[in-house]
């Protein structure tokens, strides 16, 4: 299991709504857009959660042991909570089955598929200025990049690629997201770059 960002590290903030596209220097891509394979992209990614675990206990004032039955609790309560400080809850907690984190173990792992489940039902409050719904789309590509065992590796693909433009508070509409959609199904493998292209007509114009 790999470990987690230390926390007291400073805070991986997310972009601003609004704010340009940003080149990973390790991948070439945009920033974020990169994992799970690129390591930069991926720290990018979690510091989404990570950073937002950081203030959630800053405002519980607490650290050390307590961290792990704070995380108890907030897994037993998901509804009461926005949705990075669950994913990070997770992350602290092992799943009694399988081993790994709580949530993020094997497809056939029972009880990492029913806390997955839960997950959805968190708090996403959409930014001001952003479309209805770009936070739910945020908050569904970073679980999808998270945990990519659990779908196709075109949908795996598709989730990455869009995360970046999703970050800056772009969403497509149904159409546009079908259309997308398609374009990727036809695509041939390694043809990253052409989709990305053809993104950056989708959300910029």
Known sequence: MRPMPELGKG????????????????CGGYAYGGAPSCPACRDL?????EAEWRSFLRSWDVGGDQE??????????????????????????????CGDRLSRGPTDCAACNLAHG?????????????PPGNE?????????????????????????????FFLIGLLP??????RMSALIKRSAPGQVRLIEQAMEELFLG
Do not use: K, M
């Open 11 to 26: 805070s991986v903030l997310r972009p601003a709504v609004g704010a340009p596209l940003s080149r990973c220097e390790q």
């Open 173 to 178: 509409t149904r159409q546009e997201a079908q």
């Open 68 to 97: 792990t039955i704070l995380a108890e609790l907030v897994v037993d309560e998901p509804n009461r909570h926005d949705w990075r400080v669950v994913d990070a809850a997770l992350d602290r907690l092992v799943c009694p089955d």
């Open 45 to 49: 990614v979690d510091g989404i959660v």
């Open 136 to 164: 739910h789309a945020i908050r569904v590509n970073v679980s999808v990049v998270r945990r990519p065992q659990i779908t196709s590796e075109q949908e795996v693909l598709a989730r990455r690629l869009a995360l970046p």
């Open 118 to 130: 839960f997950r959805y039902v968190a708090i996403e409050t959409d930014r001001p200025g952003v």
